[in-house]
């Protein structure tokens, strides 16, 4: 499994222009769940800022390939999405 960082940021198309709530966008990320399952991997978590309407979502999965495709499959766009690697405090002792 992979780590994937995507971004979403309203100015460039990629996150709702309308504002959305917490309520809506906690609905939204349940369904993106759902559907980056559906390709084998799993959503760890999303940093975001509604008021700007932006987003930053860590995602694990095989490939960048399925990360793309449960956004697209729930029509939530991003900006890029980079392959990272997880470094905890525990790696740097």
């Given at each position: 499994?992979?780590?994937?960082?995507?971004?979403?940021?309203?100015?460039?198309?990629?996150?709702?222009?309308?504002?959305?709530?917490?309520?809506?966008?906690?609905?939204?990320y349940?369904?993106?769940?759902?559907?980056?399952?559906?390709?084998?991997?799993?959503?760890?978590?999303?940093?975001?800022?509604l008021?700007?309407?932006?987003?930053?979502?860590?995602?694990?999965?095989?490939?960048?390939e399925?990360?793309?495709?449960?956004?697209h499959?729930?029509?939530?766009?991003?900006?890029?999405?980079?392959?990272?690697?997880?470094?905890?405090?525990?790696?740097?002792?």
């Open positions: 499994m992979k780590y994937f960082i995507d971004t979403h940021d309203r100015t460039k198309g990629s996150f709702p222009a309308q504002e959305v709530t917490q309520e809506q966008f906690v609905a939204m349940r369904g993106f769940e759902q559907a980056l399952q559906a390709e084998g991997g799993f959503a760890t978590g999303a940093h975001l800022n008021a700007d309407g932006k987003a930053y979502c860590l995602t694990a999965a095989e490939n960048e399925a990360v793309f495709t449960a956004h499959n729930v029509g939530l766009p991003y900006d890029s999405i980079t392959h990272v690697h997880r470094v905890t405090g525990m790696d740097l002792r």
